[in-house]
């Protein structure tokens, strides 16, 4: 599970990252509003643990920014702010849940399995994708086409899966490396470019009339090929 804290208390930062790792989960952590926009935009968290009070932008602007963004991942508001219209003010902005400082590290994990639980099972997704001549199942790896079968690697999978959420719309590099590689890895770029001539190839051997395009100095596009014209023979009359 992949989860982004937005805290600009420096201590209790690099505290709540530590203690969440140890705990299995994967961190990424930044310190300020825009930061946490920017991260929270690309859509790729479980849980987002927000301070209300933060630098540049407020937790609550940030929230409402997300939300406008059509982003719903579950949002905990971590703030000293504790009354009652407080409370409500961040729950009516669309937070999932609002935890009041000083708490408990117990209870903050006990509110992330019940924020990320519900989350599930509100969202109820279907177990396979589909668009135009293929079906990418997530759950068996397996990608099928008008000529069969492909089993695909994980990181193939999650790039076809950010390509199948945005069909025909250009996706800038950095937005597919974040949501393949996430924001802590250092791959280098030429391994996108890899996984899309990976991909190309599984979409040709299931016989897929769909193509990965490349918009040079953007990113690429998930796009169908027009079929083959057939010939036509003129008649002179």
Known sequence: M????????QDLNKALTWQLRG??????????GDEALYYGAQDIYD???LDRMLPCQDGTEVLTALRGLSVHTPVILITALGTLEDKIEGLDLGADDYLVKPFAFEELLARIRCVTRRSAL?????????????????????????????????????????????????????????????PDSDVEEGNL???????????????SLLQIKTVRGVGYRL?????????????LQ
């Open 2 to 9: 992949r989860i982004l804290l937005a805290e600009d208390d």
């Open 23 to 32: 705990h299995g989960y994967s961190v990424d952590s930044c310190c300020d």
């Open 47 to 49: 849980v987002i643990l």
């Open 122 to 182: 509100l969202q109820a997704q279907p177990d396979a994708l589909a668009y135009q001549d293929i079906t990418w199942s997530g759950q068996d790896m397996c990608l099928t086409g008008p000529a069969g079968n492909s089993t695909l690697s994980r990181r193939e999978g999650s790039l076809l899966e950010s390509f199948l959420h945005m069909p025909e719309q250009t996706i800038a590099r950095e937005t597919l490396l974040l949501k393949v590689w996430g």
């Open 193 to 207: 470019d890899n996984y899309v001539y990976f991909l190309r190839r599984r979409l040709k051997a299931v016989g």
């Open 223 to 235: 796009m169908r090929l027009a079929p083959p014209q057939k010939n036509k023979r003129s008649v």
